[in-house]
């Protein structure tokens, strides 16, 4: 099992920038692929972005250019900097994280995730 915990959400004035970060605990050894989702009230949640182990990233067109994803294996922590923030980027923010077990089995976890309101 792993455990996944957002923090970092808050309101935010348009052009303006948040950090989100997410913690993960439990069975960290298995540890791939992490990323964000978000999701708007009264839609489905759209992927946002992922990162591998080795550092590599891919983005969602949406958020191209404005939204970086990092993490720190050593503390099983990614993070989502968020710059020139949108009305349009109000959602929920959620963490994910594949976990492969050592037959080989992936499974991922979600967190709870975490408000960002954009709003003047």
């Known amino acids: 099992q792993v455990q996944l915990v957002e923090s970092g959400g808050g309101l935010v004035q348009p052009g303006g920038s948040l950090r989100l970060s997410c913690a993960a605990s439990?069975?960290?050894?298995?540890?791939?692929?992490m990323g964000w989702y978000r999701q708007i009230p009264g839609k489905q949640r759209e992927w946002v972005g992922t990162?591998?182990?080795?550092?590599?990233?891919k983005y969602a067109d949406a958020i191209q250019g404005r939204f970086t994803i990092s993490r720190d294996n050593a503390k099983n922590t990614v993070h989502l900097q968020m710059n020139a923030l949108k009305p349009e980027d109000t959602a929920v923010y959620y963490c994910?994280?594949?976990?492969?077990?050592?037959?080989?089995?992936?499974?991922?976890?979600w967190g709870r995730g975490t408000q960002v309101t954009v709003s003047s």
């Open positions: 994910t994280a594949e976990h492969v077990d050592p037959i080989g089995l992936s499974r991922n976890y």
């Open positions: 439990g069975s960290i050894y298995g540890l791939n692929d």
């Open positions: 990162i591998t182990w080795e550092g590599n990233t």
